[in-house]
């Protein structure tokens, strides 16, 4: 193991540490609450870093996955309210309310929770990698990706709003019950919630890095650097690419289903152009190239949100500067946050890890000046 | 003739009239995404800039056809070279500031051009305001006229022999004029052309502002049609990616066939089911067809 990797997986666990310490410096149930949203929304943003920084995939769809991993996590706690909420045999309201008299064939198997926590996550890793072989194998690249990701996001917004009967429409699903695994029950606003949170971003975190330190990793981000090299070596490139599509997606969808049960509803907005936006804003922020920095990227980036959308004046003007700050760090900052820190980082360690620095440094250089698409 | 012969000469007469009426309400469609997909096209296959704002630049477009009838009193047809010029502009500052930094990183310039389509939408929402906004009929075309035995509203064949005539424009800067000449030469080689004395940045920064008032023509001419909304750009800037992408970037051609064939289609789809089923089909059609013919219907080049 190299310096600079001990010292990454230090940093990488410091951090997890310090975010799992936080309850026990913040007790107010709802700042424990809104703390939990902004975690939810740094693993969002780290899974987009393993397709687009690591691989080179720009997924601007990112919040499709996220969206249906909520709606699975949702229709599972939908089922298992009492039965005051729901209608006859067990119909959920808004069903009874479009007239559906027996519930639909996809939401049967959603009675088992079980089912749903592997849905959350096993739907979006089949709907990714189904369009990833159609997108990766047709070796459709760079930016008619991000153009048919995209598309997909608003084909699957609109169906959702569109299909009210079966998936709540404008509304989304509302009155969930609360998540109980072996007789305990996480509260949104408590504590468990928030060390649920708190222990899957870690995992994740930890699971993802795992995936670039490994072989396949180094195969990604040379596909990232130079896809037609990778080819002539003999690599599937195409496979490579839906397995990185695949993971990002599961990794989505699971914050997707931590999204519901911190929120309580899941709603067509988690599938929206703006929220698979701020994902890909959060990322540049932080640093694409970065999983820790895609993720402090979200967390910083909406914790600010949240901080100055409270008073009345930024609240109108706060969308027009993040489009600024934007703008700014893709022109002046592409590596974002993390790719300043690496810089310091580098700095520190040229002096006495000679050896090593020139070899590591050179998987982290800004590809070569890319073709352009034509 | 017996009478049931006649009757079922009758249906057969509204069968074809109900098809006619598609094929109409299909060009109108096709019209409106040729519009919009022409200036994406235009800027993508010689800039390579993949420009998400263009949306905003119809949203524009559309705004600037509502202020100029509302403060000003403009009707919509003679004011729309001044909207064309307006929107052109903004494209014009706009590539001045941000997008010429970013020419050799194509992946950046999406992220960039959606930057400025955000800051774009909010600056409108927040000087003119959230609600709908709506647009007059010029009321010279506001009548309906009888095509093929159909009445059609004057307003969208307007639209369509615009649209046509727009394109012919266009191919004829492209491919009769020095400007066009050099346009293509830079998109053949910006290196061997700069050699020869070709000021790429210009041509570059001109191609983006007719692009953009392309686009702000087209929201102008949909303003009537449709209710105007800072978020009514995000649509068509899907839609129109959706025309390059089954075109391919290459041709002219490829535009105004894949925008004929998607507007006809999305009609004929929208007619016997909805809105949002003929929008998804379609798109699942796509995905499937790129992964066989990647490089569009209309395009020999591949997409790398």
């Known amino acids: 193991m190299s310096r600079r990797t001990a010292i990454q997986i230090g940093t990488y666990g410091f951090v997890c540490i310090a975010i799992l310490l936080v309850p026990s410096f913040v007790d107010d149930a709802f700042i424990l609450n809104k703390y939990a949203r902004y975690l939810v929304f740094g693993i969002l943003a780290m899974a987009l870093s393993l397709s687009w920084g690591y691989t080179g995939i720009l997924n601007l769809g990112q919040a499709t996955s996220f969206g249906v991993g909520s709606y699975c996590m949702a229709m599972s706690l939908k089922l298992k309210t009492i039965p005051v909420h729901t209608g006859s045999a067990g119909l959920p309201d808004f069903m009874v309310w479009n007239n559906v008299t027996e519930l639909p064939w996809f939401w049967v198997p959603f009675h088992s929770l079980g089912f749903g926590l592997a849905a959350g996550i096993a739907v979006p890793v089949i709907l990714a990698a189904a369009l990833g072989w159609f997108m990766f194998k047709g070796r459709v690249t760079g930016v008619y990706v991000a153009i048919i990701t995209l598309a997909w996001l608003v084909v699957v917004n609109l169906l959702i709003i569109d299909q009210q009967r079966y998936t709540g429409g404008f509304n989304g699903i509302t009155d969930l019950a609360q998540l109980e695994i072996f007789g305990f029950t996480f509260d949104a606003y408590d504590s468990s919630i928030f060390y649920l949170i708190g222990v899957c971003l870690m995992v994740s975190l930890f699971f993802a890095l795992a995936v670039t330190k490994s072989k396949a990793g180094l195969i990604l981000q040379a596909i990232r650097d130079h896809e037609d090299r990778v080819r002539y070596f003999g690599y599937d490139v195409a496979n490579f690419k839906i397995f990185a599509f695949s993971v990002s997606a599961g990794i989505a969808g699971l914050a997707g289903m931590l999204y519901t049960i911190v929120m309580e509803f899941a709603s067509p907005t988690f599938i929206g152009v703006p929220l698979s936006l701020s994902v890909v804003i959060w990322c540049a922020v932080g640093g694409r190239q970065s999983l820790l920095g895609a993720m402090l990227g979200a967390i910083i980036v909406t914790g600010m949100q949240g901080a100055l959308s409270e008073s009345e004046t930024f609240l109108e003007t706060w969308t027009l500067i993040m489009g600024g700050i934007f703008v700014a760090v893709v022109l002046l900052m592409p590596k974002g946050l993390a790719g300043a820190a690496e810089a310091l980082l580098n700095r520190l360690l040229k002096s006495d890890d000679n050896e090593t620095t020139p070899i590591t440094s050179a998987a982290h250089q800004p590809p070569a000046k890319r073709e352009r698409a034509s | ?304």
């Open chain 2, 1 to 304: 003739m017996p009478p049931t012969a006649r009757i079922s000469k009758k249906a057969a007469c509204r069968m074809a009239e109900a098809i006619i009426t598609q094929i109409i309400t299909g060009l109108s469609i096709s019209s409106i995404l040729l519009l919009v997909a022409l200036g994406l096209a235009i800027i993508y296959g010689t800039t390579g800039v993949i420009n998400l704002a263009h949306g905003e630049f119809v949203m524009l477009g559309a705004y600037t056809a509502w202020a100029l009838q509302t403060f000003i009193g403009i009707g919509l047809i003679e004011s729309l070279v001044l909207i064309f010029m307006c929107v052109a502009l903004f494209g014009w500052i706009i590539e001045r500031i941000v997008i010429r930094h970013l020419y050799d990183r194509p992946l950046d310039t999406i992220l960039a051009t959606w930057g400025v389509g955000i800051m774009a939408q909010q600056a409108i929402r927040l000087i003119a305001g959230g609600e709908l906004r709506y647009v007059e009929m010029p009321s010279s075309l506001g009548s309906s006229i009888s095509l093929f035995g159909i009445e059609t509203s004057a307003f969208r064949i307007f639209v369509l022999v615009l649209a046509v005539a727009l394109f012919g424009v266009t191919w004829y800067l492209m491919y009769r004029t020095s400007f066009g000449m050099k346009l293509r030469a830079i998109t053949q080689n910006r290196e061997v052309a700069s050699a020869f004395g070709i000021n790429s940045n210009r041509i570059y920064s001109l191609t983006f502002a007719y692009g953009a008032g392309l686009a702000g023509l087209a929201g102008a001419l949909v303003s009537p049609l449709k209710s105007v909304s800072p978020e009514m750009g995000t649509t068509y800037v899907v839609d129109a990616f959706m025309v390059v992408v089954l075109g391919g970037v290459e041709s002219l051609v490829g535009t105004i066939a894949s925008s004929a064939i998607l507007g006809e289609v999305t009609g004929f789809l929208a007619f016997y089911t909805d809105d949002t089923i003929a929008k998804a089909t379609v798109f699942f059609a796509i995905v499937i067809l790129i992964r066989f013919r990647p490089q569009g219907l209309f395009s020999t080049k591949d997409r790398s």
